[in-house]
């Protein structure tokens, strides 16, 4: 369920939880296998994920970036993307139904967005470097796609600090609600989550659910860091202090 129905709206307050989804909500085990076999479906030359490390990063700079390992020089226009995404979501399709590449939901995730969609005290959307369509079939597959707004995507721009901004407009304009920078939390598990909640001016609350340890991401300052999302009790307590 993309977007908040009027009942919903009228219970939400003036706070808005913007959530990554790899690492933070899902891991993806496989995941690989759809990315490169979109990459050589669409520009023809193979390309590998596993070359880089695409924590907290959009498609598309993961793409240019395995492209700039491998030396490979491709001018890339808009009507390459357009193809690349369509290739992706088709090729993770596949992979997911055919079991070869599978998505869960981390501990405590589908637990938590059922409590903070239950109490309505917050408005809740996506906020990752994922593609739209990518990112559907990822929550769909982590049985979470019922519990968020539409939010922003890789496909919306492929600088990281550009989607919280343009997420919470999203948000705002599907429910004629209207929150404060301030009031919203980036939920995530890198680094440049943090970064694009700061560019934003909002806060964020890291997860050391991903690639980096709670310790590594405490270094950084956020505003809150959880080992996991396992404890909804202790989440909800985090977030109402936020």
């Known amino acids: ?51 880089v490390i695409p924590d907290g990063k959009t498609d598309p700079m993961i793409v240019r970036e395995i492209f700039s390992k491998a030396n490979i020089e491709l001018i890339v226009q808009a009507h390459d993307w357009e193809r690349f995404i369509g290739n992706l979501v088709a090729c993770y399709r596949r992979h997911v139904e055919l079991g070869s590449t599978t998505v869960r939901a981390l501990p405590g995730a589908a637990e938590l967005l059922c409590a903070l969609a239950g109490a309505g005290a917050f408005g809740l959307t996506v906020v990752t470097g994922n593609c739209e369509a990518t990112a559907r079939v990822k929550l769909a597959a982590a049985g979470l796609d019922s519990f968020l707004g539409r939010g922003a995507y890789g496909n919306d721009s492929a600088e990281r600090s550009d989607l919280p901004a343009l997420a919470k407009h999203r948000w705002e304009q599907s429910t004629a609600h209207a929150v404060l920078a301030g009031n919203c939390v980036v939920i995530g598990d890198t680094p440049d989550d943090l970064a694009a909640a700061r560019q934003n001016k909002m806060k964020c609350l890291l997860v050391g659910t991903g690639r980096y340890p709670v310790e590594e991401l405490e270094y950084w300052r956020p505003d809150a860091c959880l080992a996991d999302l396992s404890d909804t009790g202790a989440v909800l307590a985090v977030l109402n202090s936020l």
Do not use: H
């Open 1 to 51: 369920m993309f977007g908040a129905s009027a009942r919903e709206v009228k219970n939400i307050m003036d706070r808005l939880l913007l959530f990554d989804i790899d690492g933070t909500l899902a891991r993806t085990e496989n995941g690989y296998l759809p990315f490169n076999e979109a990459i050589l479906e669409t520009f023809g030359v193979a390309g590998d994920i596993r070359t």
